[in-house]
């Protein structure tokens, strides 16, 4: 039931992407007269590319994941603590001689993650992303003309 749920909204996802040819279409890049036409172009295209955006988001954040190592193993660390937590559904873990439960091997884990996170710059690389989508769609929602009719 989940897995249909989620593939239905991957293709309704998918149906409203535009075109790659579409979205750097480079016969539609013009220079805003105005900072009032910027602020319409950027309306416009925002509600119009907004799935392509959330795409290039997800694009970026990938690479940066990619590019620092350290912290996709902290990633995928802590994604591993939770399934276990998870996994665990209110019941105990043996470590050794000692039983422990959710509620004292939850600290343990994120304990152990909180420090590795801080090593792994996360606050640099969640600025960085922000940063970079942000110039990368501000500028094409700014840089496209409005007068790009809805096909």
Same mark, same amino acid.
């Given at each position: 039931?989940?897995?249909?749920?989620?593939?239905? #909204?991957?293709? &309704?996802? !998918?149906?409203?992407?535009?075109?790659?040819?579409?979205?750097?279409?480079?016969?539609? +890049?013009?220079?805003? &007269?105005?900072?009032? #036409?910027? *602020? @319409?172009?950027? !309306?416009?295209? %925002?509600?119009?590319?907004?799935?392509?955006?959330?795409?290039?988001?997800?694009?970026?954040?990938?690479?940066?994941? %990619? &590019?620092?190592? !350290?912290?996709? =193993?902290? +990633?995928?660390? &802590?994604? =591993?603590?939770?399934?276990?937590?998870? !996994?665990?559904?209110?019941?105990?873990?043996?470590?050794?001689?000692? *039983?422990?439960?959710?509620? *004292?091997?939850?600290?343990?884990?994120?304990?152990?993650?909180?420090?590795?996170?801080?090593?792994?710059?996360?606050? @640099?690389? %969640?600025? @960085?992303?922000?940063?970079?989508?942000? %110039?990368?769609?501000?500028?094409?929602?700014?840089?496209?003309?409005?007068?790009?009719?809805?096909?």
């Amino acid at each position: 039931m989940l897995t249909s749920q989620i593939t239905e #909204e991957l293709l &309704a996802y !998918k149906a409203n992407l535009h075109l790659i040819s579409e979205l750097f279409n480079a016969q539609h +890049v013009l220079i805003p &007269a105005s900072f009032t #036409e910027i *602020q @319409s172009r950027v !309306k416009l295209n %925002l509600c119009r590319f907004s799935d392509n955006y959330v795409a290039v988001l997800a694009i970026i954040t990938l690479y940066s994941l %990619l &590019a620092d190592w !350290k912290l996709l =193993i902290d +990633v995928v660390f &802590a994604a =591993i603590e939770i399934l276990l937590i998870r !996994k665990l559904d209110g019941g105990s873990i043996t470590i050794g001689q000692r *039983q422990l439960t959710i509620p *004292q091997f939850s600290p343990l884990l994120y304990g152990t993650a909180l420090p590795m996170i801080l090593r792994s710059s996360l606050l @640099s690389t %969640l600025i @960085s992303i922000i940063g970079t989508s942000g %110039l990368v769609v501000l500028s094409h929602a700014s840089l496209i003309s409005s007068s790009v009719k809805e096909s």
